[in-house]
């Protein structure tokens, strides 16, 4: 079992940058592959990036490719997503989830086993 709980969230102008935080219950936290995924209103969840077991693979969704980073510091429990030059289109709820490492880097939420709550994102022009 993994429990997941997203921080770092809030209103930025556009060009600004963020950090969100995912951390994670559990001992098992280094066995899975971590993703997040975003939810604007009325549009279906969407894959972000992803990231290895290990950290040496990381994955990432065409629109946010060169401005926005995965890691994860597995001492920590943790998984992070650095948001930089932030524009108004990544205004979204903010989702990370595991997946069991074979399904690494999946962009289907599908085969994602566990789900923090979210944190908003918005993004001001």
């Known amino acids: 079992q993994v429990q997941l709980v997203e921080s770092g969230g809030g209103l930025v102008q556009a060009g600004g940058s963020l950090r969100l935080s995912c951390a994670a219950s559990?001992?098992?936290?280094?066995?899975?592959?971590m993703g997040w995924f975003r939810q604007a209103p009325g549009k279906e969840r969407e894959f972000v990036a992803a990231i290895s077991w290990s950290g040496g693979r990381t994955y990432y969704a065409d629109s946010v490719k060169g401005r926005f980073t995965i890691s994860r510091d597995n001492a920590k429990n943790t998984v992070y997503l650095q948001l930089n030059s932030l524009k108004p289109e990544d205004t979204a709820v903010y989702y990370c989830?595991?997946?069991?490492?074979?399904?690494?880097?999946?962009?289907?939420?599908?085969?994602?086993?566990?789900w923090g709550q979210g944190t908003q994102v918005t993004v001001s022009s």
């Open positions: 989830a595991a997946v069991p490492s074979a399904y690494s880097g999946s962009r289907q939420p599908s085969h994602y086993n566990y």
């Open positions: 559990g001992r098992t936290f280094s066995s899975y592959a």
